[in-house]
C-alpha cells in the first residue's frame, strides 16, 4: 500500500508542471496582454519591447500583446504603473536598470521595489558607451578631460534614467568637462547631434547603433563589454580608487539589459508560462534574424537568473550608496 501511494505521488510530481502549464494557458487564451514601454516611442527599449511583444504571440495561442508607451520622470512613470498593476499576468513591461540606483538612493518619487517584482527576463547585455558626433570635431575622450576647451554638451534622458545616471556618474567620476542637458527621450537625443544642438552621451551601444553605423557618430569609451574589446575602458581614464568603484557600478548595468517584468504577485504558473514563451520567442530563428538586421543584439536570460543579479545590485555597501549619492544629483 505505501509502495502503490508513492507511485501514485510520483506521478503525480511528474504531471504538476504540465498541469499548471495548461491551466496558465487556459487563463491567457482569448485575453490581452498590455506591455508597458517606459518610454516615448523610438529608441532601443521601444524596438526591443515590439520586437519581443511580437514574437511571445507566436508561442501564446489566441492571446494579445499590445505594446503601451508611457514616458516620464526617466522611466519612474512607467515602472510606478506595471508595479501597482493587478498580479494576474495581463500587464508586464519594460525600463531602464538605472532605476536600480534610485532604489538605492531611496527616491521619493519611486513607488516600486525591484527585488519583489516579478522577472520574466532581460534580451540583452548593453555595453554603455560615450558616442560622440562625427560632426562636433572632437577626437576622442582626451578632449572631454581637456579644461581648457569649451564645454561639451553631453545629453541624457530624464533624471533617473539609465542614461543620465551612467552619464553623470562618468562625469563626476573622470572629471569630465561637460554640460549634461537631461530630458532627451526616445530617438530626440540623436537627432540633437545631428541639428548640431548637443556632441554626445553615455547609454546603451545599442541605441547608437545606426547613428554610428551612418557615419554621424562614432564611440570614444566604454564601461564594461567585451573582452578584447579595442575601444578604451571609462575606468583606465579614473585617477584614484573613488572613481574606479563608480564606475564599476556603471559597468555592472551592462550585463543587465532590456528587461521585462511584472508586478509582485503574478501566480507562478502564470509567471512561469510568461518566462517560457519569452524564453522560446527570444530562441525564434526569425526574431534573430529581424534582431541582427535591427542591430539589436540578443542574450537572453530568463527569470531567474534577472532577479538574482537585480537583487545582488540592491545589496551595495553604505559607502558605495554614498558616492551613489554625491556622483548623482539632479540639477
Do not use: C
Not at 154 to 172: E, H, N, P, Q, R
Not at 243 to 272: C, F, H, N, W, Y
Amino acid at each position: 500500500m505505501v509502495k502503490f501511494a508513492a507511485v501514485l505521488l510520483a506521478a503525480w510530481l511528474a504531471a504538476a508542471p504540465a498541469l499548471a502549464a495548461e491551466q496558465a494557458a487556459d487563463f491567457f487564451k482569448g485575453k490581452t496582454i498590455t506591455y508597458i514601454v517606459a518610454t516615448a516611442p523610438g529608441g532601443g527599449y521601444d524596438t526591443y519591447a515590439r520586437l519581443v511583444t511580437r514574437f511571445m504571440s507566436k508561442y501564446m495561442p489566441d492571446t494579445k500583446i499590445i505594446v503601451r508607451n508611457m514616458p516620464g520622470a526617466g522611466h519612474v512613470v512607467g515602472t510606478n504603473t506595471i508595479y501597482a498593476s493587478k498580479p494576474d499576468g495581463l500587464t508586464i513591461g519594460t525600463f531602464n536598470t538605472g532605476l536600480i540606483y534610485l532604489q538605492l538612493l531611496k527616491d521619493p518619487g519611486i513607488r516600486f521595489d525591484l527585488a519583489k517584482m516579478s522577472w520574466i527576463g532581460k534580451a540583452a547585455s548593453d555595453v554603455r558607451v560615450l558616442v560622440l558626433s562625427k560632426k562636433s570635431g572632437l577626437k576622442g575622450v582626451e578632449d572631454l578631460l581637456d579644461s581648457s576647451r569649451p564645454k561639451v554638451k553631453l545629453f541624457a534622458a530624464g533624471v533617473g534614467s539609465a542614461g543620465y545616471m551612467d552619464t553623470k556618474l562618468a562625469v563626476d567620476a573622470l572629471h569630465l568637462n561637460v554640460e549634461l542637458i537631461p530630458g532627451y527621450n526616445g530617438s530626440e537625443g540623436a537627432m540633437s547631434m545631428l541639428r548640431g544642438e548637443t556632441q554626445g552621451t553615455i547609454g546603451s551601444e545599442s541605441s547608437y547603433t545606426q547613428l554610428v553605423a551612418d557615419g554621424n557618430g562614432f564611440y570614444a569609451m566604454e564601461a564594461g563589454g567585451p573582452a578584447g574589446s579595442k575601444l578604451p575602458q571609462a575606468a583606465s581614464f579614473a585617477k584614484d580608487d573613488h572613481a574606479r568603484k563608480i564606475l564599476e557600478m556603471v559597468s555592472a548595468q551592462s550585463d543587465i539589459a532590456r528587461l521585462t517584468a511584472g508586478p509582485p504577485g503574478i501566480p507562478p504558473d502564470r509567471l512561469q508560462y510568461l518566462r517560457d514563451a519569452y524564453m522560446k520567442a527570444l530562441a525564434d530563428p526569425e526574431l534573430l534574424a529581424e534582431a541582427a538586421k535591427l542591430d539589436s543584439p540578443i542574450d537572453a536570460a530568463d527569470g531567474a537568473r534577472v532577479q538574482k543579479v537585480i537583487e545582488e545590485a540592491l545589496l551595495q555597501p553604505p559607502e558605495n550608496v554614498a558616492m551613489l549619492a554625491t556622483a548623482v544629483k539632479a540639477p
